[in-house]
């Protein structure tokens, strides 16, 4: 078995139906745990919902249901996302389940046995919206001079007895973390964090009495916990935790928590300030990456451009959605999607680009060889130099993808996918059937191999697609990750099987822009 990689996406909140933002991350967590697979790791990815806390528990009310039915109606078209994505989670984790009960209580047991945790009485501005709260210096004034937090939510004065957590006691500890290791990324996260730390940290209120929506305090059974502590314990709940041995033993500590940029504070101050104080170990990265805006605007219910990542899908096909957003956005920026500009990706990359290229081989190959494959032909010196442009690109995707630069890795794919089709050009095997066709045929075996590579090669990102195609290329479903590119008798082994070619399907359809869309 390789080494272990563990990935967890956020868990979202389930007070709405998934959006753009939440399809993005799912995506890019999937990019990498496929990525990662290819490489031979053993592979753990984690998603799911997070369902208590005031947020739930109002809009709940706002509906006339209770937390729990909209918990669960909610929660469902996550994991519908997921699977309609095509993200292959392992496990997909709800905060109300009882398991996470049990493990998120043994946690602040260990933070109290710690001497971390203090009764106290709590007074603050408090968002609902963002559940936190702010001091009066992070404050801003509203169009009407109404105060707001900082992302621009309201907030109210609120007076409550509170358990509190001694985040000031780690301050050190945090700083030298970040210092000494990858923690946080990218590094304009790492500035914002850094600064944010060394301006000083004040305790944390963690328990709420206000309400009830949440997991119970042990021995303070008036008192629900902060709905972040609850949430941040996810990552362990889903390894077995406070069991220690097995899963936990095997993934803990996690690789990445990939996250937006808005909860970056959360994992990067409190969640190893809690892991600490639990005398666990903390995760080895995390990563907050941008924000995906329509046409350079948040999607928000007020300004009705809210899109449902499913429909998106359906209209241009899951695997242009996951190409498009991984390719456009470079990885921890903001970026923006339009119908436009879905459309000319898809049509410049992979339908004119890659899927020509593969349709062109494979039907020349089919029509001019009679389906049927030859392995024993030399290859001359264009050959080489083709092949070796194709693994340089490999290298470049494969090399970007570890960093998390899909963008980068892509666009050197891409590179080789040009490269492909220059070869085409300027060996015309439609001239050498006629001239030369021994030629004819190494140039299609050469075209032959170098799709089979550059598939496997992306296949992270667009792994239906591919499939597809490595299905009509004769490529053995276990023999698709990146062990399989240092197959060098790939060709002859499937020569002599006696595969042959049937007449081949396109896999990436040229795209039209809907009618109905500006
Ligand atoms: O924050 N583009 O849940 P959430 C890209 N429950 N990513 C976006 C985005 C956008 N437009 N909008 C949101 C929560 N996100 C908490 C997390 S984790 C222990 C608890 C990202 O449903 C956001 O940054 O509001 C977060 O990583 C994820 O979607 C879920 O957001």
Redesign the pocket.
């Known amino acids: 078995m390789g080494e272990p990689y563990y990935i967890t996406?956020?868990?979202?909140?389930p007070n709405g139906r998934p959006?753009?933002?939440?399809a993005?991350?799912a995506i890019a967590a999937d990019v990498i745990a496929r990525h990662r697979k290819a490489e031979g790791y053993d592979v753990r990815f984690q998603t799911g919902t997070?369902e208590h806390g005031l947020k739930m528990a109002q809009k709940a009310r706002d509906l006339g249901m209770t937390p729990a039915e909209l918990a669960t109606e909610m929660s469902g078209y996550f994991r519908d996302m997921c699977d309609g994505l095509n993200v292959e989670y392992d496990v997909f984790i709800r905060t109300t389940e009882p398991r996470h009960h049990a493990s998120t209580q043994e946690l602040w047991r260990r933070m109290e046995a710690s001497g971390d945790l203090y009764l106290d009485r709590y007074e603050g501005w408090y968002s609902v919206r963002d559940e936190a709260y702010y001091d009066e210096s992070e404050l801003v004034a509203g169009e009407g001079g109404e105060k707001l937090s900082p992302q621009g939510t309201p907030v109210e004065w609120t007076v409550e007895e509170s358990w509190f957590f001694r985040l000031s006691k780690y301050q050190d500890r945090l700083l030298e973390l970040y210092r000494s290791t990858d923690f946080i990324r990218p590094e304009s996260r790492l500035n914002e964090v850094t600064r944010f730390v060394e301006g000083g940290l004040r305790d944390l209120s963690v328990s709420r009495t206000s309400f009830d929506w949440g997991i119970k305090v042990p021995g303070s059974e008036n008192h629900v916990m902060y709905v972040w502590v609850d949430?941040?314990t996810?990552y362990i709940t889903g390894l077995g935790f406070p069991d220690e041995t097995g899963d936990y033993a095997r993934y803990w500590p996690a690789d990445l928590h990939l996250?937006?940029?808005?909860?970056v504070r959360?994992h990067t101050v409190y969640w190893p300030a809690f892991l600490m104080s639990a005398g666990l170990d903390v995760p080895k990265q995390v990563f907050g990456?941008?924000?995906?805006?329509n046409r350079g605007q948040?999607?928000s219910k007020s300004l009705g451009n809210v899109t449902d990542p499913i429909g998106l899908a359906e209209t241009y096909g899951v695997d242009t959605i996951r190409y498009f957003l991984m390719r456009e956005v470079a990885f921890g920026q903001d970026g923006s999607w339009s119908h436009e500009a879905i459309v000319m990706r898809a049509n410049a990359e992979l339908a004119n680009s890659f899927g020509n290229l593969a349709q062109r081989t494979l039907s020349m190959i089919f029509k001019n060889m009679d389906g049927e494959l030859n392995a024993g032909l030399v290859a001359n010196e264009a050959d080489v130099v083709l092949s070796d442009a194709v693994a340089l690109g490999i290298t470049g995707l494969r090399r970007a993808f570890m960093d998390l630069d899909f963008s980068n890795g892509l666009e050197a794919w891409m590179r080789a996918v040009f490269a492909c089709n220059q070869y085409v050009d300027e060996q015309a095997p439609w001239t050498l059937r006629k001239t030369d066709p021994e030629r004819m045929e190494a140039v299609l075996m050469t075209l032959l191999r170098c799709v089979r590579s550059l598939a496997i090669a992306v296949r992270p990102v667009v792994p239906a697609a591919i499939d597809k195609l490595l299905d009509q290329m004769g490529v053995a479903a276990d023999a698709r990750d990146y062990t399989a590119l240092g197959q060098a008798d790939w060709l002859e082994t499937l020569a002599a099987s006696g595969f042959k070619l049937e007449k081949p399907v396109g896999v990436f359809p040229r795209l039209e822009l809907p009618a109905d869309e500006p």
């Open positions: 996406t956020a868990i979202s909140y959006h753009i933002g939440h993005y991350e997070d949430a941040l996810n996250i937006g940029k808005d909860i959360f990456h941008g924000f995906v805006l948040k999607e």
